[in-house]
Nanobody, 114 residues
């Protein structure tokens, strides 16, 4: 069992930055892959980025490549999503998730507008 808690969402103007956090607790195994999803209002949830817990390998959706960075500092059980050059279309509820599991965080809202 893994618990995930996201934080760091908020409102920002286009071109701004935010850093989201996903704190994981429970039985975390090195084989896990931590994923960031987002769900804009009225749309389907989409995969944004992922990080392998064991080796830190990251993968990004084309829509965020070069603007978003997933990271984990040292041995922390917190994964970060640094979001730069934000666009209005990045507005969504952002969730973290363990791949191939039913473990989701509660989500954190990001709003990008003038």
């Amino acid at each position: 069992q893994v618990q995930l808690v996201e934080s760091g969402g908020g409102s920002v103007q286009p071109g701004g930055s935010l850093r989201l956090s996903c704190e994981a607790s429970g039985n975390i195994y090195s084989a896990y892959v931590l994923e960031w999803y987002r769900q804009p209002t009225g749309k389907q949830r989409e995969l944004v980025a992922s990080m392998s817990w064991s080796d830190g390998l990251t993968v990004y959706a084309n829509s965020v490549k070069g603007r978003f960075t997933v990271s984990r500092e040292g041995g922390e059980n917190t994964v970060y999503l640094q979001m730069n050059s934000l666009k209005p279309e990045d507005s969504a509820v952002y969730y973290c998730h363990v791949r191939n599991s039913g473990w989701w965080g509660q989500g954190t809202l990001v709003t990008v507008s003038v």
